[in-house]
Structures are given as structure tokens and as C-alpha cells.
């Protein structure tokens, strides 16, 4: 009975499924291709292979670029003024690209008495500590951009340092501007970075155009210095570009340090090691006759801090900051080591006088005073070389016309050397005594007339009818005065020289050419150049009344032996 069950179950099964299969039968399956190198089956013609060969693969679509990563936004909601104030500078920024508008020396004035501005302003043009990365539409966008100051006031007095920084985040590109001041002193450390979806970009920082801005006063003095490139590097040592002769790009390479200078003042940076920098010449806004040099710092990556000295070319100052930054002031070389203890001497001899004027005056005597004794003996040998002149210029009569290579100039030679043994003379020591006090002097008369030169102190220092001794006098008085009485010595020292008619002329014309030269000369050098004279006027005079004094003396003793 259980076996009939099952067999019924089992019958019931298969009807179920057969029913399925008729009623629900899947769709005809594509046949299969057959795998490679695998024999084709039988029956296969070699058009169903071509027909079952694999289809070429679809190249696969290029991945999308992922975003650039964005950094959280950072700028100021306004523009702003931002403002440094050190114990001897001032410096203003203004938010908007983080750029200096103002940088002022606290310790020296303008002709208003205003603090020393050495930014030059000008519509368009660059400003100093400006960013360039070599995108112009990035840099345009960073000198537009609303940087976020650390704070609005920095105030250092007393010698304190800080740190003021400006910071800027948009999108992909973040921008910052480091500046640590040490709160005393024209040294400071300058800092700066440019990312562009996280990269670092090479960051350049530029000074410029120029340095200061001169007045027309300043301009026509004679030797005024416009703003030209300076740069010092350890093969060729100090170069001076004027701003002419730099062309659009001037490479600097490896510079110990590099800059703009102007007559007394510097901006000057101090590049981190294996740095490069350039020069460049640029023609400003509404002056397309007018070039201004600029100091372009290419700053290494990942930013290193570099140095800038923005100030006056103060020997002693510069001397003290190091990286050689001294050797901007141009003392000169050969006669440098003398021109430096001069600089030193004029400023003791101002802190006992208070007047730079009277402190030209004293040291000009007291160097005059040091170089007496051999101005004496010069001016003994011309008195004697005076008495010779007559039987000279006999000699030199009798042979005139010869040629230098003719064999009498022999004899003329011989009856000269006659002629000083005669009056107990010698010829080589009467040069040497006419020459050596000339050699001795000149170079101690050059250097005091460069400390004059390159001393900024003179800048603004009055002295009587003179209101700054680094211009021109306003009435002309100093120059005129330095002509007469170069004129006077002239006339006096041709009494006692040998000199032709021909020389003399010459001689009494040299007074009138100085004086027109130096009628725009600053009021310092012809302070000097007077006082100067007025010194050898009165030695002169001092040293012949003595020496005819002496001569009567002896004649007086030779008539009594009589």
C-alpha cells in the first residue's frame, strides 16, 4: 500500500515538472565561442568561427581628475592700514596685496622735517615687497587680494622685536608675507610663500622702484647719485649699475648682498645661501623718460627668510649690521684707510662743537697744522729754486729749440747740475724735498674731501648762512671766497716758482675754472676747500717771513765778519 503511495507521488512529481518545462521553457542560449587554440567542434565551418571570434575590448573612459584640494578661506572684510613703528623707523602697509605704502627713517629728515620717506609712489607701478611667481594673472590676483594682518599696530619701542604677518587663502591658492623686525636698527627679516592646490610656487620679492625720493634741490647739487643697482658678490666684489646701463633683466649671480642705493641711502637685501637674484630697469607711470632700478630676490622653496636693510649709508651703522653691507659706502679702496679714522675724527670733533660747520672748520686746521712741516720745507725749496730762477732760465735759453734726442741736452744737464753745486744744492734732493710734501699731503686733502662726500651727517646740518651743508650755498659765498683766495696763493706761490710766462698764465686761469666748478658743489666742500686755503695762506706767509728773517740774519752776520 505505501509503494503505491509513492509511485503515485513519484508520477504526480514528474507531471509537475514537465508541465513546467512546457509551459515555462527558457530562451534558446547564444552559442558559446570556443576557446582560444581549442580544436572547433565538428561540423564547424570556418564562417561560424569568424562569427563566434571575441569582439575588440572598448577602450576604458580616462578617470575624472580629482578636484584641486580647496583650504579654508582666509582675507580681511575691508582694506585697512597697517602700520610698524620701531624706534627708528615707521612703516605702513596697506592690506590690500599686503604691500608697503610708506617706510620712514625716524632719525633723518627732509627739508619739511618730515621723517625720511624711501618709498617712491607712483600710479601702476610696483611697490616694494610685492610677490611675483611669473603667472601674471596669479600675481594680479595676489596684489589685489585683501590679506589678513596679525594685527593692526605693531608697536616696538624700546627696542622690542616682533613679527607681523599677512596671510591670504582662496580656493586653491594660499599666499603669506613674513616680516620680523628687531625694534632697533634698519634690519629686517622678510619671509614670504605661494601655494597653488598645495604646491609651492617660486616666490619672488621685489624693492623698488629706486630708493627715497630727492628734491630738486638734491637733484642739482654736482655729484648728486640717482638711484642706481648695487650688488656685492664674492668674485667681483662691489658693482654699481646705473639705471640705464642695467637693460630690462639683469642676472646677479650668487650675490653676498643686492639692492637699489641712492646718495645716502640703501635698500639692500641679504639673500638666503645659493640664492639668485636681479636688476631690473623700470620705466615709471607718467615719466617714460625716467628709469628707477628694482632689487627682484628669488626666495628659495620651501621659504627662507631673507634679510633687508632699507636705511641710510651711515658707515659706522653699516659696520656694525655685518653680511658687508659697510662696503656700500664708497670710502674707496686704496685710500679707504685713511678716510675711515677721518669719519670717525669729524664726529668726535662734533661732539665737543655741537656744528658740523665749525667741526669742517677745526679739523680742516688741525690737518693743515699736521702737515706744516712739510708744507715749510716745500715752500723753502721754492724760495730757493726762486733765486736760481734768473741763471736757469739763462741755461734753459741758451739750448731752446733742441730736440730730446739730441746729444746737447747732455751739456744743458751738466751745466744745470753746475749750477745747483754752486749754490750748494742738490738737484735729486731739491725734487725730492719739491715732490715729497705734495705726495704726503694730497692723499690726507682727498680723503677729508670724501668723508664730506660720503658723510651723512651733513645732510640737514646748518652752519651760519647755510641751511644744509650737503646742498649748494644759497648765495654763492663759500665758492667766490674759495676762488680768491685760491687766487691769492696762486699769485703768491708764482713769486717764488720758476715757471714761464706760458705757465703762469695757466696757473692764474685754474682759480676762475674751480670757482665756476664748484658754484654747485655742496656747502661742506667749499666750507673745506676755503678753510683749507686760507691755512696755506697763512703758513705761507708765516713760512717766508721767517725764512727772510733768517736770510737777513745771515747776511747781517757775513757783513760784521767783513
Not at 230 to 258: N, Y
Not at 280 to 299: F, I, K, M, Q, S
Request: glycine share 8%; with cysteine.
Amino acid at each position: 500500500m505505501e509503494e503505491r503511495r509513492l509511485l503515485v507521488a513519484v508520477a504526480l512529481s514528474l507531471l509537475v515538472l514537465t508541465a513546467y518545462q512546457l509551459l515555462f521553457a527558457p530562451p534558446p542560449r547564444p552559442p558559446q565561442p570556443a576557446p582560444s587554440g581549442a580544436p572547433a567542434a565538428p561540423g564547424t565551418t570556418p564562417t561560424t568561427l569568424a562569427s563566434a571570434s571575441p569582439a575588440p575590448p572598448v577602450p576604458a573612459a580616462p578617470p575624472t581628475p580629482a578636484p584641486p584640494p580647496t583650504v579654508a578661506a582666509v582675507a580681511d572684510e575691508r582694506e585697512r592700514r597697517v602700520e610698524v613703528q620701531t624706534d627708528d623707523v615707521a612703516v605702513a602697509f596697506t592690506n590690500r596685496g599686503a604691500r608697503v605704502i610708506s617706510w620712514q627713517l625716524k632719525r633723518f629728515l627732509d627739508r619739511s622735517g618730515r621723517p625720511e620717506e624711501l618709498v617712491q609712489t607712483h600710479k601702476d607701478a610696483p611697490r616694494p615687497l610685492d610677490v611675483e611667481t611669473g603667472d601674471a594673472e596669479l600675481d594680479g590676483r595676489l596684489r589685489d587680494a585683501l590679506f589678513q594682518p596679525s594685527t593692526e599696530t605693531l608697536n616696538l619701542a624700546e627696542g622690542r622685536p616682533g613679527t607681523l604677518t599677512f596671510r591670504y587663502a582662496s580656493g586653491d591658492v594660499e599666499a603669506e608675507k613674513s616680516l620680523k623686525f628687531s625694534g632697533r636698527g634698519y634690519l629686517v627679516e622678510v619671509s614670504a610663500f605661494v601655494r597653488r592646490g598645495g604646491r609651492d610656487l617660486p616666490a619672488r620679492m621685489i624693492w623698488g622702484p629706486g630708493v627715497g625720493n630727492p628734491t630738486p634741490q638734491e637733484i642739482e647739487v654736482s655729484g648728486y647719485l640717482p638711484p642706481q643697482a648695487v650688488f656685492l658678490t664674492a668674485t667681483s666684489g662691489v658693482e654699481r649699475v646705473p639705471a640705464e646701463k642695467i637693460g630690462s633683466v639683469r642676472a646677479v649671480p650668487l650675490p653676498l648682498w643686492v639692492g637699489v642705493e641712492s646718495t645716502y641711502f640703501a635698500a639692500l637685501w641679504v639673500p638666503p645661501p645659493a640664492s639668485s637674484a636681479e636688476v631690473r630697469a623700470l620705466t615709471l607711470p607718467g615719466e617714460p623718460a625716467h628709469l628707477a632700478p628694482a632689487a627682484v630676490l628669488t626666495l628659495a622653496t620651501p621659504p627662507t627668510p631673507a634679510l633687508l636693510y632699507v636705511g641710510p649709508k651711515d658707515h659706522s651703522t653699516l659696520e656694525s649690521v655685518g653680511y658687508g653691507l659697510v662696503q656700500v659706502v664708497p670710502v674707496g679702496d686704496w685710500i679707504g684707510p685713511i678716510v675711515v679714522p677721518l669719519m670717525k675724527l669729524l664726529r668726535w670733533v662734533h661732539s665737543h662743537v655741537g656744528n658740523y660747520g665749525w667741526s669742517i672748520v677745526l679739523l680742516t686746521v688741525l690737518i693743515n697744522l699736521a702737515m706744516a712741516p712739510l708744507r715749510h720745507y716745500g715752500i723753502a725749496n721754492g724760495m730757493k729754486m726762486a733765486k736760481l730762477a734768473p741763471e736757469m732760465r739763462t741755461i734753459q735759453d741758451r739750448y731752446r729749440g733742441l730736440s730730446l734726442v739730441d746729444p746737447r741736452r747732455q751739456d744743458m744737464q751738466n751745466e744745470i747740475m753746475a749750477l745747483y753745486e754752486r749754490h750748494g744744492m742738490s738737484m735729486g734732493t731739491q725734487m725730492a724735498v719739491g715732490c715729497l710734501p705734495i705726495l704726503l699731503t694730497m692723499p690726507f686733502l682727498i680723503a677729508f674731501y670724501r668723508v664730506l662726500q660720503v658723510s651723512i651727517e651733513l645732510r640737514g646740518a646748518s652752519f651760519l648762512w647755510i641751511p644744509d651743508l650737503s646742498q649748494k650755498d644759497p648765495l654763492f659765498l663759500t665758492p667766490v671766497l674759495m676762488g680768491a683766495s685760491t687766487f691769492l696763493m696762486t699769485k703768491w706761490q708764482m713769486t717764488t716758482a720758476t715757471m714761464d710766462p706760458t705757465q703762469q698764465r695757466i696757473m692764474m686761469i685754474m682759480p676762475v675754472v674751480l670757482s665756476a666748478m664748484f658754484l654747485w658743489a655742496p656747502g661742506g666742500l667749499n666750507l673745506y676747500w676755503l678753510a683749507s686755503n686760507v691755512c696755506s695762506l697763512v703758513q705761507q706767509g708765516l713760512t717766508m717771513r721767517i725764512l727772510k728773517s733768517r736770510d737777513e740774519g745771515s747776511s747781517s752776520r757775513k757783513e760784521r765778519r767783513r
